[in-house]
């Protein structure tokens, strides 16, 4: 018989069928065996009798966890079974034995870590990964759909883009580069020729952080538009998010219930539309609702935006922060944008149920000599970035881009009380393998 999924043999409900996979589940006697078996699309009870399969009971008697097989029987619908399915099995071919698994439920996420390589495996690891196989297509499927083209930029820089102290030093055929933090600076050239491209890539960040919302290496989707504005950045943003939610909560049903995730708390980023508030804004709203004052200037830490997602249902922008805790490549906003001093056009789209950042992004600044005045304040050896000001060299023309933190929109929309299950090898300050 041919092969079929565990899904498409439930569809087909009733008859012979023959699937594979591996053994989830095991328990029995000497006379009847109940094994749970799993593939890529779902679990199903499998009776095993004696009285039929007694010449490879030995061998039968031998499954353990995780043990690979090849299966035909009767299947028929039993609500007593895990996945409401049966198969009652007339042959079986064992393909591979497996040994004692090494995961358990007493393991904890140190030792759940070490293990990565067995634990995506488990049905929790499976379900977030085609979760992320669905924001991905989300993804593509929203800027395709505008015009955009797909563009990559290289991981190997000779410069920073977010900030000198988060980089990876690599020694480059014994010249030191660095690992991208963003395609910022290669984006903004790709526009003149594109004008509009996205790239799902790798970005890398130094950052000595032990929290459950970094990673050392992370994808970041990215998006740049030529002659585009402010606004139009954050329609954008605000677009993509909500055809990912709604891709997700159409084709993945069967994982979120696996996830346990309420699926009222994504309904409002679907209906409602983001608030759009300012840095000085947010400052007041923390000061009255919720009694934290922060001076002006500062960057909202994980503490401050976790308590601002508090007060709405939905993903909210927050913008105009300060120049000086922003990017060097973010265009000022006019004079009177706020009264604490100079902010740029820049916004930050936090992420509601305290999963802090999903979206960053801004208005690029067009003057070769306020980008200049910027590198230097940063300590900058501004000589490296002479291509980057070629483009505003020859042909400048308004435009903007954001990037996303594709593991923080993961764990948003599953739930994940660690950015580190939003991906299936996580590379943090402690975690480099397996």
């Not at 002006?296 to 300060?322: A, H, M, N, Q």
């Amino acid at each position: 018989m041919k092969f079929i999924s565990i899904d498409a043999a439930m569809e087909q409900a009733s008859g012979k069928v023959a699937v594979r996979g591996w053994v989830y589940r095991e328990r029995g006697s000497n006379a009847i065996k109940f094994i749970v078996v799993r593939d890529s699309t779902n679990i199903i009870q499998c009776v095993l009798e004696k009285s039929k399969l007694g010449k490879q009971w030995a061998d039968i008697d031998k499954l353990q966890i995780e043990a690979s097989v090849e299966l035909q029987g009767e299947i028929k619908a039993d609500k007593r079974a895990p996945s409401g399915f049966e198969i009652n099995v007339d042959t079986i071919r064992i393909i591979g034995l497996s040994d004692a698994f090494p995961i358990t439920k007493d393991l904890n996420e140190e030792l759940l870590g070490d293990r990565r390589h067995l634990w995506l495996r488990s049905r929790k690891m499976q379900a977030i990964l085609k979760i992320r196989d669905t924001v991905l297509q989300a993804l593509r499927e929203h800027w395709h759909a505008k015009g955009f083209y797909e563009y990559h930029s290289p991981s190997l820089l000779g410069m920073q883009a977010e900030g000198g102290s988060s980089l990876f030093k690599v020694d480059y055929f014994g010249k030191p580069l660095y690992l991208t933090q963003t395609w910022q600076l290669h984006a903004e050239a790709g526009i003149f020729s594109l004008e509009k491209i996205f790239t799902i890539q790798p970005s890398f960040r130094a950052e000595k952080s032990k929290t459950s919302r970094h990673l050392t290496e992370y994808w970041h989707a990215e998006m740049e538009a030529a002659w585009e504005d402010f606004d139009y950045l954050q329609d954008d943003a605000e677009a993509a998010i909500k055809l990912i939610v709604k891709r997700v909560l159409e084709r993945n049903t069967k994982e979120l219930e696996i996830l346990e995730r309420d699926v009222s708390k994504l309904e409002p980023a679907l209906k409602k539309s983001f608030p759009r508030i300012s840095y000085d804004d947010a400052l007041k709203l923390l000061k009255d609702k919720k009694k934290i004052a922060i001076p002006w200037g500062k960057d909202l830490r994980t503490i401050e935006e976790d308590k601002l997602s508090e007060l709405f249902d939905t993903p909210v922008f927050v913008r105009c922060y300060p120049k000086e805790v922003k990017a060097f490549y973010m265009k000022e906003a006019p004079a009177k944008a706020s009264k604490g001093g100079p902010v740029v056009l820049g916004f930050d789209l936090i992420g509601p149920e305290g999963y802090g950042e999903l979206i960053g992004g801004s208005q690029r600044e067009e003057s070769i000599d306020k980008l200049k005045k910027n590198l230097e304040a940063d300590g900058e050896d501004v000589s490296k970035y002479e291509f980057y000001f070629d483009t505003r060299r020859y042909g400048s023309v308004p435009h903007g881009g954001y990037g996303m933190g594709v593991e923080r929109v993961i764990s948003w929309i599953c739930h994940l009380d660690t950015i580190k299950d939003a991906i299936a090898f996580p590379r943090t300050m402690t975690r480099w393998n397996p």
